[in-house]
């Protein structure tokens, strides 16, 4: 039996595109463009400066304050200069240019044994190796695996979900990297002191179920949770419903309910960081869509430019209509091919005209069908009156802050009106309000 | 090298740049529009068989007159015109329908461009109107022509005992009872479109089936109707008729599955449609029983078009993790 949570939708899956492509390495790019905020929080501090050698897996820049993270040089060679960039989610970062040697020279960390580490070393670790959070918001992942003490935690639970469609990075992991997730899924138990996993996995990959049955077959902490293929199934909150049946109250997190959550890569991650001592410098993406000549799944070094994966992807086709960095329901729309990956990117796709229509606007015909997908049972459609016409008082009484902005009710919405759109406006401008109130 | 640099600087600028989500559900409103009015084909068909092919000119007259009406008004108000969007000939279409056979076509053009200029752009238009545009063209040829609008003619394959008067009306004023199975098939007297049960029913579960009419709302009207009409049934089963003989009978299921249940003046929330439905089950068989009309279809469903925004307001739900 599947478990799931109430609402959402299902578009087209297009995950055939990619699913049977293992990771292939991208061959290294001659220059890369390293931006310093790859993560939620201040952007990092850079320790080096124009002219610097520098090592791959050497740290170029230090975390700033508590919910930020270090930045390691995925290649080896010299610092070019630093500029000011746009990153693919659209936020403006400081970013160094590292021209590529050909000394073939690294600076990882040691590696240590997954079995006998100790929990503190664990945090250390991935605090050290700059991992963060892979599933969209980038949060220092070491921040989640040290809970609050009075919060008791009953379960982690792995998001392999992978709800969006297009992406197959993270069946990719559980089918080629069945025992680093595993372990990885480990080593974060031990860190957070938990004694329950869970991995959670849309009905859709019978293959990597097949294989995670097998392998935990052994695992008595460990178990697996098959759910219903539907988007958002991997947002934070449907999920923990779907999984444990518990719900996160608006403006509270998963540590309320006792639960942590943390991405299939990001378990892959804290396993290379811990047993290979590698910090996070590479990003593990799906590359897809209708207007891409060869869809794939890739290793490329983080800060790698987007016209590189394209080019080695075979090209944009002519019938191309937009590049987007993430899923297609929440990633982001791009115009320089000159762009950067993150630590954070999962996909970049081309999506031709025919998968991204962009329907003509028209009046609201009040027909619900927003409201019923609307995971968290909002009313979108009020939301975005309110917001459209600024009564941003009215649309936070309704839940407007509780939003996830998963765009659901967009996708669903036969008048075509941007009803995510305007409730992020509304959310914006009304945090903004709701700042100078406290002030 | 340069030239492929080249070339992909110019497909860039060729590309769009709104913001998530990227992809869209296949539902517009115009394929939506245009899948109701497909929808109709089959009670469309039991028209011109059972009153002839003249229905068809009737209501053929009906939707050109909502859609030209329709061009009018935007044209004056210098507005987009949005005709393909199939919701003005949806409107005439369903007028056609709910009119006595042999209807004038003076009337029924009437009749259509006041649904359109008065029930739904005197509001603003598509989306803003209260009540069903294609009723209130109705209730207006109603006031307007009572007599042509209680004037029925006989169906087609009339057996001897079949008359021209609707059923409900041969029960209200003759105590008269007419068969189940006439009822379902449609050789009854009674609007062009709404006698066959059969053909509404079969247009009703396709649009149940893609999931562009709730099933809340016609089901809540069913089993409103069945248990209000089972009530008076049991107190006196002579003077009031049985609940099948009220829901096959009248304009009921064209109204539960195609009035009733128009997105636009209808409620969004689940809770609600449930309330919707039954209230105005309740309101056709008190004024059936009770009125002085045979019929209380329309009125039902007026009169609780006007508590839709209090119903969506009054049933929102809880949102997801607050305290229940
Ligand atoms: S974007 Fe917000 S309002 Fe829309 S479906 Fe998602 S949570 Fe609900
Ligand atoms: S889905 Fe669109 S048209 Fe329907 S109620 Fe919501 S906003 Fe209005």
């Not at chain 1, 992978?162 to 031990?190: A, H, N, Q, S, W």
């Not at chain 2, 009822?183 to 009703?204: D, K, Q, R």
């Not at chain 2, 109204?255 to 309740?282: E, H, K, N, Q, R």
Request: glycine share 10%; charged share 15%.
């Amino acid at each position: 039996m599947t478990t799931t949570f109430k609402g959402g939708v299902h578009p087209a899956e297009m995950k055939e595109l990619t699913s049977e492509k293992p990771f292939e390495f991208l061959p290294l790019p001659e220059q890369i463009c390293l931006p310093l905020s790859q993560h939620a929080g201040k952007q990092a501090l850079l320790l080096k400066k124009k002219g610097d050698a520098v090592r791959k897996g050497e740290m170029i820049a230090e975390p700033d304050g508590f919910i930020s993270a270090p930045i390691h040089s995925p290649v080896t060679g010299k610092i070019n200069k630093t500029t000011s960039i746009i990153t693919l989610t659209g936020i403006r970062s400081e970013a160094v240019i590292i021209n590529r040697s050909d000394i073939d020279e690294d600076d990882l960390m040691e590696p240590l044994n997954p079995v006998t580490v100790a929990r503190e070393k664990i945090i250390e670790r991935v605090k050290q190796a700059g991992i963060v959070g892979q599933g969209g918001a980038a949060f220092p992942t070491y921040v989640k695996l040290s809970p609050p003490p009075d919060k008791k935690i009953d379960y982690v639970i792995l998001n392999a979900c992978e709800c969006e469609p297009y992406l197959t990075r993270d069946y990719r992991f559980l089918i080629e990297k069945t025992e680093e997730v595993i372990t990885g899924l480990k080593l974060i138990l031990k860190a957070a002191g938990v004694l329950y996993g869970i991995i959670g996995v849309e009905d859709n990959k019978p293959e990597a179920i097949k294989k995670l049955e097998n392998v935990l077959r052994n695992e008595e902490n460990i178990s697996l949770k098959v759910l219903k293929t539907k988007y958002p199934q991997g947002a934070e909150k449907m999920l923990i419903k779907a999984v444990t049946g518990r719900e996160v109250p608006p403006g509270k997190l998963p540590f309320d309910v006792g639960c942590i959550i943390h991405n299939v890569g990001t378990a892959v991650s804290i396993y290379n960081a811990v047993v290979k001592g590698e910090p996070q410098i590479n990003a593990f993406l799906t590359v897809s869509g209708l207007g891409i000549v060869e869809p794939k799944n890739l290793i490329v070094p983080v800060g790698t430019p987007l016209k590189n994966i394209i080019d080695y992807c075979g090209g944009i086709k002519e019938n191309a209509k937009k590049i987007v960095a993430g899923g297609p329901m929440m990633g982001f729309a791009q115009f320089d091919l000159n762009s950067p990956v993150t630590k954070a990117t999962s996909g970049i796709l081309v999506l031709t005209g025919k998968e991204a229509p962009g329907i003509k606007e028209s009046n609201c015909l009040n027909c619900g069908r927003c409201l019923s997908v609307c995971p968290l049972d909002l009313a979108p459609t009020r939301l975005y009156k309110f917001s459209r016409f600024d009564k941003f008082e009215e649309a936070i009484d309704i839940g407007l802050q509780t939003c996830m902005e998963c765009g659901t009710c967009t996708y669903n919405c036969p008048a075509g009106i941007p009803l995510v759109q305007w409730i992020r406006y509304g959310k914006r401008k009304s945090s903004a309000l709701l700042k100078q109130k406290t002030n | 090298m340069s030239n492929s640099a080249n070339q992909t600087v110019n497909v860039i600028s060729g590309l769009e740049l709104s913001s998530s989500p990227h992809v869209h559900s296949k539902f517009t409103t115009q394929q939506v529009m245009w899948l109701v009015n497909l929808s109709l084909l089959p009670a469309l068909i039991s028209a011109a068989v059972f009153f002839g092919l003249y229905q068809l000119v009737v209501i053929g007259v009906s939707c050109a007159a909502a859609v030209l009406s329709e061009i009018v008004v935007k044209i004056i108000r210098k507005s987009e015109i949005t005709i393909y969007d199939g919701s003005a000939f949806l409107t005439g279409l369903l007028l056609g329908l709910i009119i006595p056979p042999n209807f004038s076509l003076t009337s029924a053009a009437i009749g259509s461009a006041f649904a359109i200029i008065i029930g739904k752009e005197l509001f603003g238009g598509l989306g803003f109107n209260i009540f069903n545009p294609a009723l209130v063209g109705r209730a207006f040829l109603q006031a307007a022509y009572p007599v042509a609008m209680t004037t029925w003619s006989k169906p087609n394959f009339a057996v001897d005992t079949v008359t021209s008067a609707t059923p409900l009306a041969a029960f209200k004023f003759d105590k008269m009872i007419t068969g189940i199975e006439p009822l379902i098939i449609g050789n009854v007297g009674g609007s062009i479109g709404e006698t066959s049960a059969l053909a509404i029913i079969i247009g009703g579960v396709f649009l149940i089936g893609i999931k562009i009419v709730n099933w809340r709302i016609p089901l809540s009207m069913i089993l409103g109707l069945i248990l209000f009409g089972s009530i008076f049934w049991f107190i006196d089963p002579i003077k009031y008729p049985n609940p099948l003989f009220h829901l096959f009978s009248g304009g009921f299921l064209l109204g539960a599955f195609f009035m009733a249940t128009d997105w636009v003046t209808s409620p969004y929330t689940s809770a609600g449609m449930w309330i919707y439905g039954l209230l105005i089950s309740l309101i056709i068989v008190v004024i059936r029983l009770f009125g002085g009309l045979p019929e209380g279809v329309m009125y039902g469903i007026l009169i609780m078009n006007a508590f839709v925004p209090l119903i969506n307001r009054l049933t929102h739900p809880k949102i997801f993790g607050e305290a229940k």
